[in-house]
């Protein structure tokens, strides 16, 4: 049932019926596209709820057992054995992959797949076997406007951090909230230094004034619709929203003493342009 109204489980069930194997485990991702160019996460599971399965793929990156049996052949080779099964089908394939013999190679796989193509990054393995992940980067400066999630503080810790940079007319442009990055100690230290200087109470969020600069990395952004702050009295006052970057997967990297809360500092259009 599940597979038949996942059109591509449906074709990698036809296509492993005609392989000898009655069981086998298999490790993929579903993903959506939009021509040749993948889409992002928010995207795929919006076409997953509307049932737009036209654009859905699986990607296929390791076979793990086959008839009970765990695959102890290179990675290399289960790539290709997974390939051989795949042939013919137009929902369900293995990831890209090579196996490098320079830099330039491993370049070129980047430009074309990560670049051009907007896959979210690579995998690389080396001789032993250890994995790595390899993603783009982004890095901004920001400043802190708020804690978040006040009722899970029962352990005096802050859970993540809400920061904003300036836009050129001097409001706050809020652009995510930061969890990543941020150690048990550091948690509870932030607790007990900014929570006594909060302003105001919202509903899953405390404001604080904003004086704290932090750098953030992040590995894209994306577009969408933020909430927008005028400081007033060291109250920062909702001013409705904008459509504007937002940050994904934001991790702080530290603290930015060197820096103030200023368009020159934190501005918007400098670090993330249109």
């Known amino acids: 049932m599940y597979g038949e ?10 296509a492993l019926d005609k392989q000898p194997i009655q069981e086998v485990v298999i490790l993929a991702e579903t993903y959506a596209v939009e021509g040749e160019r993948m889409l992002k996460l928010p995207e795929l599971i919006h076409h997953l709820k509307n049932g737009d399965h036209g654009k859905i793929r699986l990607g296929v990156f390791d ?8 695959v102890n052949q290179s990675y290399l080779w289960r790539l290709q054995e997974a390939e051989t099964w795949l042939s013919g089908c137009q929902l369900v394939h293995v990831l890209p992959y090579t196996q490098p013999r320079s830099r330039d190679e491993i370049r070129a796989l980047w430009q074309f797949w990560v670049e051009q193509r907007n896959y979210e990054g690579l995998f ?5 076997q250890n994995l790595y992940k390899v993603k783009k980067v982004l890095s901004i400066d920001a400043v802190i406007i708020g804690l978040n999630r006040r009722d ?3 352990f005096n810790e802050v859970t993540s951090l809400k920061v904003a940079v300036i836009d050129s007319d001097g409001s706050f442009l809020e652009v ?7 150690d048990r100690q550091l ?3 932030l607790h007990d230094k900014l929570l006594p200087l909060s302003k105001m109470d919202y509903e899953a969020w405390v404001q604080i004034e904003p004086f704290v600069v932090v750098e953030v990395e992040a590995t894209e952004t994306f577009r969408a619709k933020k909430p927008v702050y005028r400081l007033e009295d060291g109250f920062l006052r909702p001013s409705g929203e904008k459509e504007a970057h937002s940050l994904r997967h934001p991790r702080l990297v530290r603290f930015r003493g060197d820096k103030k809360p200023t368009v020159e500092d934190v501005g918007y259009e400098r670090q993330l342009p249109n």
Request: charged residues 35%; hydrophobic residues 35%.
């Open 5 to 14: 109204s996942h059109p591509w489980l449906k074709e990698l069930k036809e």
């Open 63 to 70: 076979l793990a057992s086959v008839n009970g049996k765990a």
């Open 124 to 128: 690389a393995r080396d001789n032993q």
């Open 152 to 154: 899970r503080w029962k």
């Open 176 to 182: 995510g909230d930061v969890a990543s990055g941020i």
């Open 187 to 189: 948690r509870r230290s």
